[in-house]
């Protein structure tokens, strides 16, 4: 993405946010300028903790989903017998939203942190592993068999070939649920926690009635969702150097 | 080199490509595989890179027989056979990287494997040096076989089996690397197994040419071409006439 476009698109949106309050004209609307002097100030005043909590948790959940659904997704790509048992296993979980699993969650785990990292986790995962194994069924066997007359076994090919062949996927999968784990992060962090973006926001709009403070926290909540996009961004063109060349 | 004995090989449920089929290739010998689309010609390629195993029978290579791909033997592929994700030097590295790996236990690497990075050495005798640091996306089909021939000489075969290698490749390309190949044989000493549906390339490099028919194949059919590889090969009498042959031969088994 063209870094000048995003920076039209943000102005753009201002604009509009800016029309939007001179309309409506009211509390709950405040203009963009009120809500950036705001923000700035609450940085100071504790959001910039709460940012960092939730940066904690998301990351947290990303990472996990990654490390356990990557190689998972590759095992049973990788292996007819494993497709067969436990894809439709997969298949069957992948469309329950998991989002309703959030008064369970915290039953089981508690308060704390692992069941807000869980909900992140449960949600990624399934979208990693199911876009990762169709990755890895969808490699050439001619490749595979290329690399086996190399001597390549199995550890050697998951290695050279699932491994960066599914690079892309996985990165995919953690882009398009970005915005998915930001949610469920907002709503896992409404229970059971005096910290987090999700706390923040809710506290400063339905307990102080701080509109200004309120949207600061939907502010830091954009730009974190925005951060981990363009870190997903910056690691595929690290990673998948080949993509991008013409 | 190659010795095939009493071959039967079979998909499930389908009629033998194969059935007692006996066959040998000396060392350093050129063959090549020819015949019609179906006919299983692919199928004893991979049978001898060890890819397939016979339903019956028994092939063996330098004496030993062989159950798993043998690290000794080379495969280039018409396709697929390269990482698109890895640059051409990346790619010529990834045999002697797959040892590395595993070490030298001889059963992925030879008992004997010693690595050495004669990488350079690869990409300059097959002239990819300029495009070392390029992706496959970057590069010409030509540039990309030579790609694949680089990285499977780079891990010192001494067998060559290549699959349809040079048939997406424009004429000239495909006569260039036709020569290059036959000129690393005999430089390496390597035996060299190549299939082919087009009759002119089995005529140029095969000094041996199998022709298979349609299955079961029963009966080696072999055409004896001293003079493969010798310069003029291409416009002498004899590569005329056995283009010719092989073309009568294959008419008449489809008729």
Redesign the interface.
């Known amino acids: 993405m063209n870094r000048r476009d995003v920076l039209f698109a943000t102005l753009g949106l201002i604009l509009i946010w800016q029309i939007t309050a001179l309309i409506v004209h009211r509390p709950i609307l405040p203009a963009p300028w009120e809500v950036f002097v705001v923000f700035f100030k609450e940085l100071g005043n504790g959001l910039l903790i709460h940012f960092g909590v939730s940066l904690w948790r998301v990351s947290a959940g990303m990472a996990l989903s990654v490390l356990v659904a990557a190689p998972a997704g590759l095992a049973i790509g990788g292996s007819k017998t494993m497709d067969r048992f436990l894809s439709p296993i997969i298949y069957l979980l992948y469309p329950i939203p998991k989002v309703v699993f959030v008064p369970v969650v915290l039953l089981f785990l508690g308060i704390g942190d692992t069941a807000k990292i869980t909900l992140i986790f449960l949600i990624l995962f399934f979208q990693i592993i199911v876009l990762v194994r169709d990755q890895a069924v969808g490699i ?1 066997p ?2 595979i ?9 199995r ?2 090919l998951f ?3 699932y491994l ?2 599914s ?1 892309p996927a996985i990165l995919t999968a953690l882009r398009q649920s970005i915005g998915t784990a930001v949610a469920v992060l907002y709503i896992s962090e409404l229970f059971a926690t005096k910290y987090g973006l999700g706390y923040y926001i809710y506290y400063q709009g339905s307990t102080l009635f701080n509109y200004p403070a309120m949207y600061a926290g939907v502010v830091a909540m954009s730009l974190l969702g925005l951060g981990m996009y363009f870190g997903v961004d910056w690691l595929e063109r690290k990673w ?3 993509k991008f ?2 | 080199m190659i010795k095939i004995n009493s071959l039967t090989f079979n998909y499930q449920n389908n009629v033998p490509l194969f059935s007692g089929f006996d066959f040998n290739i000396s060392r350093g010998e050129t063959c090549a595989i020819l015949g019609p689309s179906g006919c299983g010609k692919t199928t004893l390629l ?1 049978l001898l ?3 397939r195993q016979p339903t019956s029978g028994q092939i063996s290579i330098g004496g030993q027989l062989l159950t798993r ?1 043998r ?1 000794q ?3 280039i ?1 018409q ?8 640059t051409v030097y990346e790619n010529v590295e ?2 002697i ?3 590395d ?2 070490g030298p236990d001889g ?3 030879p008992d004997n494997f010693q690595s050495k990075n004669n990488i350079s050495v690869w990409l300059e005798r097959l002239g990819l040096s300029e495009v070392a640091d ?5 590069i010409s089909g030509g540039q990309r076989q030579r790609t694949a021939i680089a ?1 499977t000489l780079a ?1 010192e075969p001494d067998l060559l ?1 290549m699959d349809e290698p040079f048939s997406s490749l424009d004429a000239i390309t495909r006569e260039d690397l036709q020569n290059l190949t036959l000129s690393l044989c005999v430089e390496n000493n390597l035996t060299l197994v190549i299939v082919t549906h087009a009759i002119e390339e089995a005529a140029a490099l095969g000094k041996k040419v199998l022709l298979l028919n349609q299955a079961p194949n029963k009966n080696a059919h072999i055409f004896d071409n001293p003079n493969a590889g010798q310069k003029n090969h291409r416009s002498s009498q004899a590569f005329h006439e056995l283009c010719d042959l092989l073309w009568k031969e294959m008419q008449h088994e489809s008729a």
Request: with cysteine; glycine share 10%; net charge positive.
């Open positions: 050439p001619q490749l068999q290329s690399l086996q007359s190399l001597g390549a076994g550890r050697a290695r050279f070939v960066p062949a690079l998948c150097r080949w060349v013409s | 991979y890179a060890g890819l791909p690290p033997t080379g495969l592929l396709d697929y056979g390269l990482l698109p994700w890895s990834l045999g990287r797959v040892r790996f595993y059963k992925h690497a390029k992706f496959l996306s970057q990285r891990l089996l």
